[in-house]
């Protein structure tokens, strides 16, 4: 008797259980006083899954981020940021990716007063990446 096509048993192509190797930890990192000073946040591809930024001061800024893999490949007001965060005077930003963000030399961040300009101010800031 033949099992009807509908109704054949199915096959796996990949384990079900994944090793190890497979499953990737995203990793924390926090900085509470980034300013002009561009901050390496990791070299090599990076995945951005999220971020929970303060703004320190009391007038909008701005953390944006550079595709780097050092710092040395950044000069704040001159290098023009990949991506760019605008924060309220003393607010919060936070996020939560549905799908990452993707530095593949590394991400390099800084908190400016303008997206282009090389005045720093003060924003904690933590990330989920990987």
């Known amino acids: 008797m033949t099992v009807p096509a509908k109704h054949a048993p199915h096959t796996r192509t990949a384990p079900l259980v994944r090793s190890a190797a497979d499953i990737k930890t ?55 940021p990949d991506y760019a965060i605008s924060m309220v005077a003393s607010g919060n930003a936070e996020a939560k990716l549905a799908s990452p963000m993707l530095f593949p030399l590394g991400l390099v961040i800084a908190s400016l007063t303008t997206t282009d300009g090389s005045t720093g101010a003060a924003s904690d800031v933590s990330l989920s990446y990987l």
């Open 26 to 80: 995203s990793k924390t990192f926090f900085d509470d006083d980034v300013v002009a000073t561009d901050v390496l946040v990791q070299t090599g591809p990076t995945e951005l899954h999220g971020w929970d930024i303060h703004n320190a001061v009391a007038a909008v800024t701005f953390v944006v981020f550079f595709n780097a893999a050092a710092v040395a490949d950044v000069t704040i007001g001159t290098t023009v």
